[in-house]
């Protein structure tokens, strides 16, 4: 039984470039969520999708971020134009519904270097 | 806006000892999870807290809801080198769903 799988596990870009990071969720789980964390800080919230809807984006920034979960294939979490502030671990985690008794699962995460 | 604030921020420890650390938060919350986070990985859920004064245990680990729902503790008994890594407390904010707050973490260091 795969748990969330994130990839790729390290990505190099840099300024100006686009990084896109990929997860898939556990399966039978249609509740993503994407994280970032800074290094020595906890994570923080990003924004929560189900398929083919953004339910939360309260944590995205305002520009260059986007996130997708599409009917088919995994949840893609893009940057655009990345800037030496966006380098960070990005965590995608996962649910089989959304309930505040519902535990999360996280993939490994993608370490984002920027140069 | 809500945080939730750890201590100790770290801890070093010799192999066999107890620790102890805490999580507090400035509202209250009506779950509370505890996370193990090790070097180049994702967080692993360790315990979860549904109801104030709920007391649970997982193996070595035993963690307690708060009775005022502000507040969370997580113990460790008899430590060993693999309780190495960052643990953090979470909880659910902003409604219903799981979206997730962390705490500011406490770093566990065992030396055999």
């Known amino acids: 039984n795969a748990g969330v799988m994130q990839n790729p596990r390290h990505l190099v870009r840099r300024r100006g470039q686009e990084a896109r990071l990929r997860c898939s969720p556990m399966?039978?789980?249609?509740?993503v969520y994407w994280y970032r964390q800074l290094p020595e800080e906890g994570l923080k919230f990003m924004v929560y999708?189900?398929?083919?809807?953004?339910?939360?984006e309260s944590g995205m920034p305002k520009e260059r971020f986007s996130a997708e979960f599409p009917k088919e294939g995994p949840s893609i979490l893009r940057i655009q134009q990345v800037v030496r502030g966006d380098s960070a671990a990005y965590f995608c985690?996962?649910?089989?519904?959304?309930?505040?008794?519902?535990?999360?699962?996280f993939g490994s995460g993608t370490q984002l270097s920027v140069l | 806006g809500q945080q939730l604030n750890q201590s100790p921020q770290s801890m070093f420890i010799q192999e066999g000892e107890d620790v102890s650390m805490n999580c507090t938060s400035s509202?209250?919350?009506?779950?509370w999870l505890w996370y193990k986070q090790e070097p180049g990985e994702g967080p692993v859920l360790l315990i979860a807290?549904?109801?104030?004064?709920e007391l649970t245990s997982n193996g070595r680990l035993t963690a307690q809801f708060g009775i005022t729902r502000k507040d969370s503790f997580l113990n460790i008994s008899a430590s060993i080198p693999s309780d190495v890594g960052i643990y953090f407390c979470?909880?659910?904010?902003?409604?219903?769903?799981?979206?997730?707050?962390f705490g500011t973490g406490t770093l566990l260091a065992v030396q055999p």
């Open positions: 985690a996962s649910s089989p519904r959304d309930s505040t008794n519902e535990k999360l699962f």
């Open positions: 399966k039978g789980h249609s509740h």
């Open positions: 999708l189900q398929k083919e809807n953004i339910i939360d």
């Open positions: 509202s209250i919350f009506n779950t």
């Open positions: 807290l549904y109801k104030a004064g």
């Open positions: 979470a909880g659910p904010y902003g409604g219903a769903t799981n979206k997730l707050i």
